[in-house]
Each structure stands twice: as C-alpha cells, then as structure tokens.
Antibody, heavy 120, light 113 residues
C-alpha cells in the first residue's frame, strides 16, 4: 500500500525558513518522480516543484524559484522541500505527491494528506 | 505558461443525470512523439487530498467507477460523469504536465441539484 507522510509544517514568521519532509513507502521510491503541490485556504491547487526519480532534474514554479529547493534521499525514501524567505502568500497546505513515471512529466497518482504551513 | 481554463466554475446536477466538465488549455498538450495528451483529472472532496481519476486524458485510474470518463485531445478536454451519485460531490481539477510549470485549472465545484 502506497503511503506518503508529510511533516514539518508549522507557524513561521515572514522571512523565515521551514523544511518539509515526506516519508514514502509501499512503492519503489527511486523509480518515481515526486512533486510538491500546495493549496491555500479555500483556494485551488498550485503546482510548486517536481524532482525526477534519480534526483538529477528539478523544476519549480516561478513563485518558488530561488526560494524553495526540492531534494530527495533515495536511500531513505524521503522527499524534502526547503523553503526560505517565506511570505504570507506561501500559507497553504503542502501536499507530497507521487508521479506515475520516473521523469517529471507524468501524472500524479497518489497524494499525501498534506502539512499546513502558516506564514504570519 | 500554459493556462488551463475550466468551465463551468460550478455545476448542479440531479442524481442519476449526466455531469460534464470542460477544460481548455491555452496551447496543445498533445506530445506528438508518443501521441499522448499530458492532461489529468483529479477529484477533491472536502478535507481530503486530491484523488487521481483520469490520466493521459482518457485512461481511467484503477478502481475509479466506470461512470467517469475523459475525452478530448490537443487543447479541449471533457470529464463526464454518466450518472451522478451522491458521493461524486467534490471539486474537480484538470492539470497539464506537458510543460513546466504544470498548471491546474481553477476547479469546478459539483453539487447535487
């Protein structure tokens, strides 16, 4: 059974930093790209970042570029999102998401329950 | 960036009736080398994460009821629920994963009439 368990969400002041983690199990982690998607309170889904299965390729939304860094540890089946220079508009639930394919260009086929980041 | 526009924003349908949600991309999401449309549909119920329904525009995910179907190619796509059930009340999103950034539609809220 696929499981994605996010952690690290918290209340942080503007300008602060936070590191989100996602522990994955139930599938071959290194064979799947992984993504972060966020959802502001009462709003729609916003794609944030994706990393290939090997970790060699990373891509970001403009809103995250230069401030957020996605990374993965395939030996520990863990995905991370380092978020710096946080702004009020980064307040959202952050979902860890498993991509169906190894490269970044595929559909998400499983989502974690999310972790709440509040910047205030 | 590819802009994804869903219509309508909200929809009320009677139980057992058909529900149709449209999604239009500002440029084609059809990858010519493999003839796949990089378009996915998700369902999100209140307080839950999204769930995959349809990928490659028309392939139903395992376990998804066959009343859900996806169609379209290039820039115009449709999600159809053939006979609405009470448990289908949700917000539905389309997403393109053809080019970075992988943009979502704004969502369509589906309710029971």
């Amino acid at each position: 059974e696929v499981q994605l368990l996010e952690s690290g969400g918290a209340l942080v002041q503007p300008g602060g930093s936070l590191r989100l983690s996602c522990a994955a199990s139930g599938f071959t982690f290194s064979s799947c790209a992984m993504s972060w998607v966020r959802q502001a309170p009462g709003k729609g889904l916003e794609w944030v970042s994706v990393i290939s299965g090997s970790g060699d390729s990373t891509y970001y939304a403009d809103s995250a570029k230069g401030r957020f860094t996605i990374s993965r540890d395939n030996s520990k089946n863990t995905l991370h999102l380092q978020m710096n220079s946080l702004r009020a508009e980064d307040t959202a639930i952050y979902y860890c998401a498993k991509v169906m394919v190894t490269n970044a260009y595929g559909p998400v086929d499983f989502w974690g329950q999310g972790t709440l980041v509040t910047v205030s | 960036d590819i802009v994804m526009t869903q219509s309508p924003d909200s929809l009320a349908v009677s139980l057992g009736e058909r529900a149709t949600i449209n999604c239009k991309s500002s440029q084609s999401v059809l990858y010519s080398s493999n003839n796949k449309n990089y378009l996915t549909w998700y369902q999100q119920k209140p307080g839950q994460p999204p769930k995959l329904l349809i990928y490659w525009a028309s392939t139903r995910e395992s376990g998804v009821p066959d009343r859900f179907s996806g169609s379209g190619s290039g820039t115009d796509f449709t999600l159809t629920i053939s006979s609405l059930q009470a448990e289908d009340v949700a917000v539905y999103y389309c997403q393109q994963h053809y080019s970075i950034p992988f943009t979502f539609g704004q969502g369509t809220k589906l309710e029971i009439k």
